[in-house]
């Protein structure tokens, strides 16, 4: 209030002195241009002055006003595109989170087609015209991101891959990622999305392939990396003895096997999974005496209870001495069960069967297995203890089927 005193005070203050200035001298102002003549007193040459200076200051904000005003009613004008822009993107985002897939694909494709940085709107759209089946727009909208931002070709690419992985296209995700592969040899993303296809399709030799690159370039984790190398050669030479020399299934399997395991560095073939892979092979090949020199020797390095385990199936050149061996494991490791079932089962192939009796009725004490139960059932069924035998192989069933507990029974369906 105090603020308003003072102004209206130094106005009239002003006006006062401007009164008194007119009063003593009024002034002359003359404008003379060709045949154009102004004179007045100074005093009204400065307020026409002040007066156009102010049609000028009311027309410009008429005219800003205007303007203004234009654009919010105008559905043309920038502000509003933009609004509608940003409407677009908001819904989209929305439509493809929740998946509404035909909005947020054309939500997104209207941000992207207005956006001067479009790529995930594009990107967006292709995955939703990818979940409604609609392949060929989702690829047409990839080509256009690619049109729009050439730059980022290898993001386009690494989803494209992706979108043709949902779609079943396995085919043409390998030829996508490989083709980025040739172009951006240690991109870690690449890298990765190749080697889990490669998992999917069971390619373990051209997993093994692609292995220096992944250590060389750390895509995974060492301990990771490590797990998985030694699953893909373990893979690879279970495929390797159903393979001849030329790749197909066949009777030459044995011969592509061995080569599979020579291929393998002399650390890789002293890893107990690895050894129990190529013995198995082995042995459902027939090389029995084979996979028992195998398995004895990697049992002598380091022991390991699932070799010992397959130990008791192979029948070596001499079972007095492989029953012998077996039984100098069991001085350092008297409590495995796997053990005890091997050597059960090796006195069962010398007619021991006292012997063999104890050592499965060992193993079923430290451990309840079935095969241990069906071992011992088969015993004691040739020694006429029929009904020991019969409760055996039931349990034996019981174990397995806790077993199979957690897989769901098949449909049935009618005639």
């Given at each position: 209030?105090?603020?308003?005193?003072?102004?209206?005070?130094v106005?009239?203050?002003?006006?006062a002195l401007?009164?008194?200035?007119?009063?003593?001298?009024a002034?002359?102002?003359l404008i003379?241009?060709?045949?154009?003549?102004?004179?007045?007193?100074?005093?009204?040459a400065?307020?026409?002055?002040?007066a156009?200076g102010?049609?000028?200051?009311?027309v410009?904000g008429?005219?800003?006003?205007?303007?203004?005003?234009?654009?919010?009613?105008?559905?043309?004008?920038?502000?509003?595109r933009?609004?509608?822009?940003q409407?677009a993107?908001?819904?989209?985002?929305?439509?493809?989170a929740?998946?509404r897939?035909?909005?947020a694909?054309?939500?997104?494709h209207?941000?992207?087609?207005?956006?001067s940085q479009?790529?995930?709107?594009?990107l967006?759209?292709?995955?939703?015209a990818?979940?409604?089946g609609r392949y060929?727009?989702?690829?047409?909208?990839l080509?256009?991101?690619?049109?729009?931002?050439?730059?980022?070709?290898?993001?386009?690419?690494?989803?494209?891959?992706?979108?043709?992985l949902?779609?079943?296209?396995?085919?043409?995700?390998?030829?996508?990622?490989?083709?980025?592969q040739?172009?951006?040899?240690h991109n870690?993303?690449?890298?990765?999305?190749?080697?889990?296809?490669?998992r999917?399709r069971?390619?373990w030799s051209?997993?093994?392939r692609l292995?220096?690159e992944?250590?060389k370039?750390?895509?995974?984790p060492?301990?990771?990396l490590?797990?998985l190398e030694?699953?893909?050669?373990?893979?690879n030479?279970?495929?390797?003895?159903?393979?001849?020399a030329?790749?197909e299934?066949?009777?030459t399997?044995l011969?592509a096997?061995?080569n599979?395991w020579?291929q393998l560095?002399s650390?890789?073939?002293?890893?107990?999974?690895?050894v129990?892979?190529?013995a198995?092979?082995l042995?459902?090949h027939?090389?029995?005496v084979?996979a028992?020199?195998v398995?004895r020797?990697s049992l002598k390095?380091e022991?390991s209870s699932?070799?010992?385990?397959?130990?008791g199936?192979?029948?070596g050149?001499?079972?007095?001495?492989?029953l012998?061996?077996?039984e100098g494991?069991?001085?350092?490791?008297p409590?495995d069960?796997g053990?005890?079932l091997?050597?059960?089962?090796?006195c069962l192939q010398?007619?021991?069967w006292?012997?063999a009796?104890?050592?499965?009725?060992s193993?079923?004490r430290l451990?309840?297995?079935p095969?241990?139960c069906?071992?011992l059932?088969?015993?004691l069924?040739?020694?006429?203890?029929?009904d020991?035998?019969?409760?055996l192989?039931?349990?034996?069933?019981g174990?397995?089927?806790?077993?199979?507990?957690a897989r769901?029974?098949?449909?049935l369906t009618?005639?």
């Amino acid at each position: 209030m105090k603020r308003a005193y003072v102004i209206v005070f130094v106005l009239i203050v002003v006006a006062a002195l401007i009164g008194l200035a007119i009063s003593h001298h009024a002034g002359y102002v003359l404008i003379a241009y060709d045949t154009f003549r102004y004179e007045s007193s100074l005093w009204a040459a400065l307020a026409l002055l002040v007066a156009i200076g102010f049609i000028i200051w009311f027309v410009r904000g008429l005219i800003r006003l205007l303007t203004t005003s234009g654009g919010v009613v105008n559905p043309w004008s920038r502000r509003n595109r933009s609004r509608r822009v940003q409407i677009a993107i908001e819904q989209g985002q929305m439509d493809l989170a929740e998946g509404r897939w035909a909005s947020a694909q054309r939500h997104l494709h209207r941000a992207a087609e207005a956006d001067s940085q479009p790529l995930l709107y594009y990107l967006g759209a292709a995955r939703a015209a990818n979940e409604q089946g609609r392949y060929e727009e989702s690829d047409n909208l990839l080509e256009r991101a690619l049109e729009r931002q050439p730059q980022a070709e290898l993001a386009i690419a690494l989803n494209h891959a992706q979108l043709q992985l949902d779609r079943g296209d396995s085919e043409g995700a390998l030829a996508t990622l490989q083709a980025m592969q040739e172009r951006h040899p240690h991109n870690p993303q690449v890298l990765r999305q190749l080697q889990r296809l490669y998992r999917q399709r069971g390619e373990w030799s051209e997993l093994i392939r692609l292995m220096p690159e992944l250590r060389k370039d750390k895509v995974l984790p060492a301990q990771e990396l490590a797990e998985l190398e030694k699953r893909a050669w373990g893979e690879n030479l279970s495929l390797a003895a159903y393979r001849g020399a030329d790749g197909e299934a066949g009777a030459t399997g044995l011969p592509a096997l061995e080569n599979a395991w020579q291929q393998l560095s002399s650390a890789q073939r002293q890893e107990p999974a690895l050894v129990l892979a190529y013995a198995e092979q082995l042995r459902r090949h027939g090389a029995d005496v084979q996979a028992e020199e195998v398995l004895r020797n990697s049992l002598k390095r380091e022991y390991s209870s699932h070799l010992a385990r397959l130990y008791g199936l192979v029948r070596g050149s001499d079972p007095g001495k492989q029953l012998q061996t077996a039984e100098g494991w069991l001085k350092n490791h008297p409590d495995d069960p796997g053990l005890l079932l091997t050597l059960g089962r090796l006195c069962l192939q010398s007619s021991l069967w006292g012997k063999a009796r104890d050592y499965l009725e060992s193993s079923l004490r430290l451990q309840r297995n079935p095969e241990a139960c069906a071992e011992l059932a088969r015993l004691l069924g040739q020694l006429g203890e029929t009904d020991r035998s019969n409760q055996l192989f039931q349990e034996g069933l019981g174990l397995l089927d806790e077993r199979l507990l957690a897989r769901p029974l098949p449909a049935l369906t009618s005639v």
